[in-house]
């Protein structure tokens, strides 16, 4: 069995919340390095550094027996923009998901913002449809360094649109931000692990 587990937004007070007992069990615990060092240091030999590219990250797994215990940890939550629909597809009849809060979720909660109404999406290694996007009441999406807050926000003002834009950098973590702003004040900056929601601006 492959138990895909999702540790959250990040910081420890969030991992493996009721999944300790599925890592002790495990003969191997895949994830990056960072997800690793979210292990008691009983459990670090475990841990297997996984590859980064898909193609490789298959053939390791296919190197492990079937009967193999396996854990591999991933951020927030896996089947949203995760590692988990993947995984499924690969391995049908061998994954199980175990859900984390992710990061979407946390900046919600953060700003309280209802999710009922949410489209979710993401900008990692695609260009987003931002004429959808733009068409939407409440949109949240996790970007990457391509497509960003700045971006987002010259797509509203292109458009002649009044959106809010929130922005979540390194959320969960002691150095978290969160800004709320009218697409025109948001600035071409790097910004760091970052959520962003385009809200309408009566929120």
């Known amino acids: 069995m492959i138990d895909v ?25 895949l994830g990056s390095e960072r997800h690793l060092e979210v292990l008691p240091a009983s ?41 988990g629909k993947w995984m499924s597809e690969k391995f049908p009849g061998r994954v199980r998901i175990l859900s984390g ?3 979407m979720q946390y900046l919600a909660s953060k700003v309280c913002l209802p999710m009922n109404d949410a489209y979710l999406t993401s900008s990692h290694a695609k260009l987003p449809n931002f004429d959808l996007i733009m068409s939407l009441p409440k949109v949240f999406m996790v970007t990457d360094a391509h ?3 700045y971006q987002i926000a010259q797509e509203v003002l292109k458009r002649g649109l009044k959106r ?24 071409d900056r790097d910004y ?12």
Request: charged letters at 25%.
């Open 164 to 187: 809010k834009i929130i922005i979540g950098e390194h959320l969960s973590y002691e150095d978290e931000e969160i800004s709320i702003l009218a697409a025109e004040d948001v600035v």
């Open 192 to 203: 760091k692990m970052n959520v962003v929601v385009i809200v309408d601006e009566g929120y």
């Open 5 to 29: 587990i999702g540790i959250g937004p990040g910081n420890p007070v969030y991992c493996l919340v009721g999944q300790l007992d599925r890592c002790e069990q495990a003969d191997y615990i």
């Open 147 to 149: 497509v960003g807050p």
């Open 101 to 103: 809060i992710s990061s």
């Open 43 to 83: 459990l670090r030999e475990k841990g297997v550094i996984a590859p980064k590219k898909l193609k490789d990250l298959e053939a390791l797994l296919e190197t492990y027996p079937v009967e193999a215990s396996i854990v591999y940890l991933v951020s927030g939550d896996p089947l949203i923009y995760g590692l």
